[in-house]
């Protein structure tokens, strides 16, 4: 696994120098992610820009021959379960699995889980993440659709698909500092901040009762 490299499509948005710096830092002597920079030009909507980033990435990996890219914008931090090798083995399990799309977390709201084996689990819809893995099963179809400024553009990408996972333990989360950066309203910090803990809450939960079912289930059948 020494000689894996990932795609890493990093998408500035905000231009922020602050949010900026604390991404490339991210990724410090993580050889297997192969950095490219993607500053985008100024549209209607921060959706509408980072759409048109995402489209000129994977336009990129078509041309590059690139079976799997990674998305990360400059809010994505690392948590303390990432591991190359782990990431790697769940890359290849994803892609038995048929998979589209492999989030490493989810931030905000999220619809039905399915916990699988190897640290994998299926959702049904997500509504935001800072770690998105596309496989090349969805090149063609995120470039054959069509895009307006008043849409959303996770919301959108959770649609194209239903083949959609997402890491557990999660391996990404929100860089909770980069609210502070991008954001002046303190009740807005406040309420990003908490819809974070709400939803990392809610997917610990799930596991854990799928988890209490399962060893139960064991000990029932021995």
């Known amino acids: 696994m020494d000689d894996i490299t990932i795609p890493t499509y990093i998408i500035n948005v905000s231009q922020s120098l602050n949010c900026f710096e604390a991404i490339l830092s991210q990724f410090e002597g993580k050889d297997e ?15 509408l820009m980072y759409w048109k980033a995402v489209r000129k990435a994977i336009e990129t990996a078509i041309y590059n ?17 990432y591991k190359k090798e782990q990431l ?10 048929q998979a589209s799309i ?16 190897l640290g994998i689990t299926w959702l049904e819809a997500f509504s ?4 998105i893995i596309i496989f090349r099963s969805l090149y063609n179809k995120f470039l054959n659709e069509s895009f307006c400024s008043t849409e959303n553009f996770f919301k959108k990408l ?22 502070k950066y991008k954001y002046d309203d303190e009740n807005l910090q406040l309420f990003l901040t908490n819809s974070l803990q709400t939803s990392i809450a809610r997917i610990n939960k799930i596991h854990e009762i799928y988890q209490n079912i399962t060893l139960n289930g064991c000990k029932n059948g021995n």
């Open 158 to 179: 959770s649609l194209l698909t239903s083949n959609k996972f997402v890491i557990h333990p999660p391996i990404s989360c929100f860089n909770r500092n980069n609210i």
């Open 65 to 81: 021959d690139e079976d799997v890219i990674l998305i990360c914008d400059e809010n994505h931090e690392f948590t303390s379960s």
């Open 128 to 131: 935001q993440s800072n770690f």
């Open 102 to 117: 492999l989030l490493g977390g989810v931030n905000g709201d999220f619809r039905n889980l399915l916990p699988l084996k």
């Open 88 to 97: 790697v083995s769940i890359i290849y399990e994803a892609h038995r699995l």
């Open 33 to 47: 992610f192969d950095i490219k920079i993607f500053s985008i030009t100024e549209e209607e909507t921060e959706d």
